[in-house]
């Protein structure tokens, strides 16, 4: 958020969206949560650069929470040997994937929220994988029905997939983690009008504005091309740990196709399909239970920014 280019890890001239600052105050917010730390990875924007603009939101939140760098790319299409055939996985390792292996070795009971591209879950897991297996669920913004990847009638991609999609592997084919998908269908569901960034914009209170303005040249792309209405996709997985009631999840299969980084949804895919005969690890959620619950989560999302 607050970037005005640099898009998919710096290789798009667009802003970078602002869905997932505006997810943070729902955890900021809600009782009996304890969040220990947030590492960024590269995706929304170049790594250096997303630090800035996390940092900056964070004090306007008032959210003291440790801040990590994780992955400043992706992670390479396969497994990668050095000449004498040792295997450098591990060289994935940053301090936001430090800081995971710690506090997986401390703590009980912790569920990773993955709004972005999964290069640092799946680093986890190669590098620190008996920390890993300690993981209780991983809630991501991941995957979708099969076929193209259309929003508002025109073509989209599943983002934090084709930033990475060997991360995608590395999670549900080399660990038994349990994992679920809120995919796009359910996300894209929960839409709400573009006018709201303007309106906070031209709010006298200083943290509205901040998120207002920080928020308003990727607005006036998105309008350009898909119209007056945009969801808050990441706050849909934080909502979903928050409310689980509120959607309409089941046990899933899934298929992937892998591909270079960084390519649209016809080149790369990864599909979600429910499945009663899954075995349960790898839960899809494809709706909220109806208009009520989305409404709760964008109302939540606005009281929390002050813009209600």
């Not at 990668?80 to 997986?104: I, K, W």
């Not at 350009?224 to 299969?253: M, N, Q």
């Not at 899809?284 to 009520?292: E, G, N, R, T, W």
Request: charged letters at 20%.
């Amino acid at each position: 958020m607050g970037l005005t280019s640099g898009n998919a890890n710096g290789t798009m001239p667009t802003p970078s969206d602002y869905d997932d600052t505006w997810a943070l105050p729902l955890l900021r917010d809600a009782p009996n949560v304890n969040v220990l730390g947030i590492v960024v990875t590269m995706g929304n924007g170049p790594l250096a650069q997303e630090m800035v603009v996390a940092r900056e939101s964070l004090d306007k939140l008032k959210m003291d929470v440790p801040l990590f760098a994780g992955a400043a790319t992706w992670l390479p299409m396969v497994a990668t040997e050095d000449y004498a055939g040792v295997d450098l996985s591990s060289s994935c390792v940053n301090d936001g994937v430090r800081f995971m292996a710690d506090a997986l070795g401390k703590n009980s009971d912790v569920t990773i929220l993955a709004t972005g591209p999964m290069t640092d879950v799946a680093c986890l897991i190669l590098a620190y994988p008996d920390e890993a297996s300690n993981i209780k669920e991983i809630v991501a913004l991941i995957g979708g029905k099969p076929g193209p990847v259309i929003y508002s009638g025109k073509p989209a991609r599943d983002f934090n997939y084709s930033l990475d999609p060997r991360a995608l592997s590395v999670i549900l084919d080399e660990s038994k983690i349990p994992f679920t998908a809120v995919t796009f269908e359910a996300s894209s569901s929960a839409a709400m009008p573009t006018d709201i960034v303007r309106k906070l914009a031209a709010s006298s209170d200083p943290t509205e504005a901040y998120f207002g303005r920080a928020s308003q040249a990727y607005t006036d792309w998105w309008e350009s091309i898909f119209g007056p209405t945009k969801p808050i996709w990441d706050a849909v997985p934080v909502w979903k740990y928050l409310h689980p009631e509120d959607f309409d999840c089941a046990p899933a299969r899934y298929e992937l196709q892998l591909g270079p980084p960084n390519l649209g949804s016809d080149k790369t895919h990864d599909w979600f399909i429910a499945d009663p005969k899954a075995d349960g690890r790898v839960t899809a959620c494809m709706s909220f239970v109806d208009q009520a619950a989305i409404d709760r989560m964008n109302d939540a999302v606005l009281s929390s920014l002050g813009g209600d």
